[in-house]
């Protein structure tokens, strides 16, 4: 078997890379399902063979918890639900798909809820593998760049861990999927496949941050259609997390396989 290096990857709605910084996406604004073939200088999607992060905290908001004025999430003030705190109910990895019921014991204030957020911690554990033909290209605990090609599929995809930094990257450039004017170092209005979403670092306090200080990322979407509660809801919220990594090639061989955007949707489900 050959190792293969191949181009710096990407951004993850997170981007995440192993030399902890994130990189601005491919310039293609869709990135398709791979098609069992190599993609010629652009990317394509997988579903992972492992993904592990962990899942820190999700609240439901009437109002946008985290605007780009706040350093951190005001929860009270935007009259949001918690529906699962590692503090309280401990550590739970993020499942491809996942119910978080409503409090029974929360005084549920009537109104609209159109945001949900979520706080994962800042390290990101993937392994996965393509083939195309007769070859085969696995990841390797080296990163999404140093991913190993062979001819045959008994080869086990290894883990490789990823941290976020920078929305911006090394070079500070304006990232193409950042709404925000290209983004900040901490901060990105992220547009992928349609799918939108804020991604904000956090420090150890929850304070936004970027470099290597980052132990948290915060990603907040709107719920659609937003949601109606009082105190008599009962029900829960299934939220389904996508777990793709993105294959880069050239058309003669894979260069790199990374994490790709992170997403999630979620539906509420009525139990009246």
């Known amino acids: 078997m050959k190792k293969i290096s191949g181009l710096n990857f990407l951004l993850v709605i997170l981007t995440s890379i192993l030399n902890l910084n994130i990189k601005p996406l491919y310039s293609s604004s869709t990135i398709l399902n791979c098609s069992g073939q190599i993609p010629n200088k652009t990317a394509c999607l997988i579903e992972a063979n492992s993904f592990k992060v962990k899942v820190r905290r999700i609240d439901i908001c009437q109002k946008n918890p985290f605007p780009s004025y706040r350093s951190t999430a005001d929860y009270s003030g935007s009259k949001c639900i918690n529906l699962f705190n590692e503090k309280i109910t401990g550590q ?3 499942e491809k798909s996942k119910k978080f019921n409503i409090p029974k014991t929360l005084f549920i204030e009537k109104g609209e809820y159109k945001y949900i957020s979520i706080i994962l911690e800042n390290k990101f554990i993937v392994s996965g593998k393509y083939n195309a033909g007769n070859y085969f290209w696995a990841t390797s605990k080296e990163g999404p760049k140093e991913i190993i090609q062979s001819n045959n599929n008994i080869y086990n995809p290894n883990e490789f861990t ?3 930094t920078n929305w911006r990257g090394e070079k500070d450039l304006d990232n193409k999927y950042c709404e925000n004017n290209g983004g900040t170092s901490s901060r990105c209005d992220v547009q992928y496949n349609g799918f939108r979403m804020t991604g904000v670092g956090l420090d150890p306090d929850f304070v936004e941050t970027s470099g290597k200080k980052t132990k948290y990322m915060f990603f907040m ?3 659609s259609p937003p949601v109606n509660l009082n105190n ?3 029900g829960f919220f299934k939220i389904d997390f996508k777990k793709y990594l993105e294959v880069y090639g050239n058309k003669s ?3 790199s396989i990374s994490i790709a955007p992170f997403q999630f ?5 009525s139990e009246k």
């Open 253 to 255: 061989a894979v260069k």
């Open 92 to 94: 739970n990895y993020l």
């Open 221 to 223: 979407s709107e719920l």
């Open 162 to 164: 990823s941290k976020l």
């Open 232 to 234: 008599d809801s009962k």
């Open 265 to 269: 949707r979620a539906r509420f489900i």
